[in-house]
């Protein structure tokens, strides 16, 4: 089972910063948190991930929370093209390193 | 990031049939690769994975024999479904990474449409 909640779907107004939280209390302290996209009928897009400290690169910055227990991740410029399904997803330990998907946010980025 | 292709991208086939789905990663070597399943609305749901060289490992509730998966170099994974029937039509997703199973980012094939009649 997916260890991560997520709102099921969210709007945004292009050029406005898209806040897209996430919890995951149940996450161990050497587990990750990994952020990917599926635009509609594509295979997923890795964004970003990261263990304890806060992370950015050219797509987005993630947040995580000091206990771990929850993270956020922000795009900072939401154009129309990042109209997708958002997951976040902490990587099992130990067990092959597996990524199990939940159900994502629903992100729709309007004019 | 690293590329990872599927072929076919879509294919439709008769029921009872067999169909292969090959995924390679085209820039970096896959230590491990792993196959998903996508219904309609629905999310991701990991169906195995495979260690280059070894058999694969399966999720629970997924049949072994129906679903074989092949994983014979560091660039190559196919998915073969056999005798095919209508309710295993599906968008099946394959991802490679390329290091040990708590470090490297998985990166993900575009998809492989199933269409059985």
């Known amino acids: 089972d997916a260890k991560t909640t997520q709102p099921p779907s969210m709007d945004c107004a292009e050029g406005r910063a898209a806040n897209l939280p996430c919890n995951h209390s149940?996450?161990?302290?050497?587990?990750?948190v990994y952020w990917y996209r599926q635009i509609h009928s594509q295979g997923p897009q890795y964004i970003i991930h990261?263990?304890?400290n806060n992370e950015t690169n050219e797509m987005a910055s993630l947040i995580i929370t000091e206990d771990r227990k929850s993270s956020t991740l922000i795009l900072p410029h939401a154009t129309l093209r990042d109209t997708a399904v958002y997951y976040c997803i902490v990587r099992v330990y130990n067990q092959g390193g597996k990524l199990i998907f939940g159900q994502g946010t629903e992100l729709s980025v309007k004019p | 990031g690293a590329v990872v292709s599927q072929h076919p991208s879509w294919v439709i086939c008769k029921s009872g049939t067999s169909v292969k789905i090959e995924c390679r990663s085209l820039?970096?070597?896959?230590?491990?690769m792993f196959w998903y399943r996508q219904f309609p609305k629905q999310s991701l749901m990991l169906m195995a994975t495979?260690?280059?060289?070894?058999?694969?490992?399966?999720e629970q509730g997924v049949e072994k024999d129906k679903f074989l998966i092949n994983h014979a170099s560091l660039t190559l994974s196919t998915l073969t479904v056999t005798s095919a029937h209508p309710e295993d039509s599906s968008f099946y997703i394959c991802?490679?990474?390329?290091?040990?199973?708590?470090?490297?980012?998985?990166?993900f094939g575009p998809g492989t449409r199933l269409t059985v009649l």
């Open positions: 820039d970096f070597q896959a230590t491990t």
């Open positions: 149940t996450i161990s302290g050497n587990e990750y």
């Open positions: 991802s490679a990474r390329s290091q040990g199973q708590n470090v490297g980012t998985q990166y």
């Open positions: 495979s260690n280059e060289g070894s058999k694969a490992t399966y």
């Open positions: 990261g263990l304890k």
